[in-house]
């Protein structure tokens, strides 16, 4: 019965702590018509590739240049909620990459508690700066 007990309370205290590790949902945010770069996938769960003792997120973003034009840098969009909907973090990251027409690249984030205890990482591109020094921005509603 003592066993039962104990493991009874393990489980109660050691619940939360799974619940943290889980995957959030990834949300793509629309980003009007015709896009030059597109986020095809958004995976966001705590410490996905190394365990420790702080509260590390990694993000992983899979996007790809849509456009005729090769792309020099571009800057993403994060946001974090709670399982009300609620913002937890909100986060703009530019990212100097080169990525050239129809192809892939995949960027990952880590960030020191950035949403826990979140629940939804959405995710869009706000601008892209081409090969050219022209610009793309996401239109403002």
Do not use: C
Not at 89 to 118: D, M, N
């Amino acid at each position: 019965m003592m066993k039962f007990i104990l493991l009874t309370i393990a489980l109660l205290l050691l619940s939360p702590v799974a619940w943290a590790y889980r995957p959030l949902e990834g949300i793509i945010l629309p980003l009007g018509d015709n896009p030059p770069v597109v986020v095809e996938q958004i995976s966001s769960s705590l410490q996905d590739t190394k365990l420790g003792r702080s509260l590390i997120w990694d993000t992983t973003l899979i996007l790809k240049n849509t456009s005729a034009k090769p792309i020099r840098a571009f800057e993403v969009e994060v946001i974090m909620t709670d399982i009300q909907g609620k913002v937890i973090t909100r986060l703009v990251r530019p990212f100097v990459v080169p990525i050239e027409p129809q192809a892939q690249t995949t960027q990952q984030l880590s960030q020191l508690h950035l949403a826990w205890p979140g629940s939804a990482t959405a995710v869009r591109v706000k601008t892209v700066t081409f090969a050219d020094e022209t610009r793309w921005e996401l239109p403002v509603p």
